[in-house]
Every structure is written in C-alpha cells, then in structure tokens.
C-alpha cells in the first residue's frame, strides 16, 4: 500500500491535488500533513483530482472531511474530481458528497 502526492496551482489559481495510490489508516497521517501544510503556505482554494486515487477507506475519508473544516476556517474552498465510480460510491453511501462539491 502507497500513497504518492503530487500538487500544483492551475491557471486559475487554484492548488491541484492528486493522490497516487491509496489513502488508508497508513497512508493518510501523509495526505492530511501536506495538505495542511500547503493550505498554510499557499492559502489557495483546493481540487483533489481523484484520477489516480485508487482506493480510500473511513480514516481517509476523516482526513477529508478535517481537510474541509481546515478549508473553511480559512474561507477557502475545496472541490473533487474524476473519482472512480467505486470511490464515489464511498462518498454517496457516507453522505459525504452532499458536503463536498464533487465532479465528474
């Protein structure tokens, strides 16, 4: 199991987000750490692109939703994208994508 991180500002200005891999109870300490210091560094509203995200489990999905809280502390704003239909489903069971502003 692993979990590979890569971001960048797009040309709107905002910080894309893209796991590689696996979110899960040992990998997602690594996710929340980055992201949390990047929206220090950079106070820029998030896009988690879910391309190459591959799995999560519940502690990733805590992850998330302390990233969201993060975000609006900050009056910042956090989008996801290109989830894989059974990742979704995690977000459509928990009722998470009635929080975030998930797309396709």
Known sequence: MS???????TSDNKLEIQPIGEVDIYTSPALKNKIYE??????LD???????LDYIDST????????????????LNI????????IYKLFDITGLNKIFNIQE
């Open 3 to 9: 979990l590979e991180i890569k971001y960048d500002v």
């Open 38 to 43: 990047l929206i220090e560094e950079k106070k």
């Open 46 to 52: 998030i896009l988690i692109n879910g391309n190459n």
């Open 60 to 75: 990733g999905l805590g992850i998330l939703m302390g990233i969201y809280k993060k975000l609006k502390e900050n009056n």
């Open 79 to 86: 989008k996801i994208t290109n989830l894989k239909p059974n």
